[in-house]
């Protein structure tokens, strides 16, 4: 089996499946979930899907590439829990969504 260490922590991870001729790893320490790199698309292929959508917070379809990130966040977060929006870029769709239900989110 392939070693595979977190990106986020260095811990060594853990093997969990295979989906799409794709492994993923799970990390002990820091609980992400992690594709091995060696699936990852190349920068090119990155770079156009990203610029299929528009970073305008009030963009509804922007709005509907994140809605799977903001549907687990309300069943399975409290109002009282605290985000970090890390890497949003210019358009933190995602914290201004959450910030509008009255999440507390930097």
Same mark, same amino acid.
């Given at each position: ?13 853990? %093997? ?12 002990? $320490? +820091? &609980? ?5 790199? #060696? ?22 379809? %922007? ?12 069943? $399975? +977060? &409290? ?5 970090? #929006? ?21």
């Amino acid at each position: 089996m392939i070693k595979h260490y977190c990106s986020l922590c260095n811990y060594e991870t853990s %093997y969990i499946l295979t989906f799409r001729n794709k492994e993923y790893f799970k990390c002990p $320490n +820091c &609980k992400s979930i992690q594709m091995h790199p #060696d699936s990852f698309i190349s920068l090119e292929k990155e770079k156009r899907r990203y610029e299929l959508h528009n970073n305008d917070v009030f963009d509804l379809g %922007y709005q509907n590439f994140v809605k799977p990130i903001l549907e687990y966040i309300f069943n $399975n +977060c &409290k109002i009282t829990d605290r985000g970090l #929006d890390f890497g949003a870029g210019h358009g933190p769709v995602i914290a201004k969504i959450l910030k509008d239900k009255n999440f507390d989110v930097k």
